[in-house]
C-alpha cells in the first residue's frame, strides 16, 4: 500500500501523526483539516487519500475542460465561416448595387434622351 498522501483540499502538503505512543494515527494539514484517528497507519492513510466525491468531481471538472476546449475550437470555426460568409455577403450586395446604380444612370440617359427628342 501507498505511503503517499494527497494533498489537502486547500492545496496544501499534510503529514501523518502518530498519538499516545503509535497507537492512533492521524492524517492532517496546517490549515486545520484531519481525519479522524485510526489505530493503523496505513487506516489512516487510505481513509485520507479515499476521497470518491472529490475523484468523481476532478473527473468531471476534466470532463468539462475538455468539452469546453472543443466548444472553443467550434466557435473559432464558426466564426471564421461566418465572417467569410457575411464578407461574400457584402460583396454580393457591392456588386449588385453597382450593378443597380448602372441601370439607373442608363435609364436617366434613356430618359433625356426621349425628352430631347421631343
Ligand atoms: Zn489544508
Known sequence: MSEELKP???????SIHSYY?????KVKCKCGIRNKAYKSRQDAINAWNN???EDSLRQQVSELIRQKMHLEVKVARLEKETDAALRQHIDDLIRRNIDLEAK???????LSEKDMDR
Open 8 to 14: 489537502c483540499l486547500c492545496g496544501n502538503n499534510v
Open 21 to 25: 505512543g503509535n497507537v492512533w494515527y
Open 51 to 53: 476521497r470518491p466525491i
Open 104 to 110: 439607373v444612370d442608363r435609364l436617366e440617359k434613356s
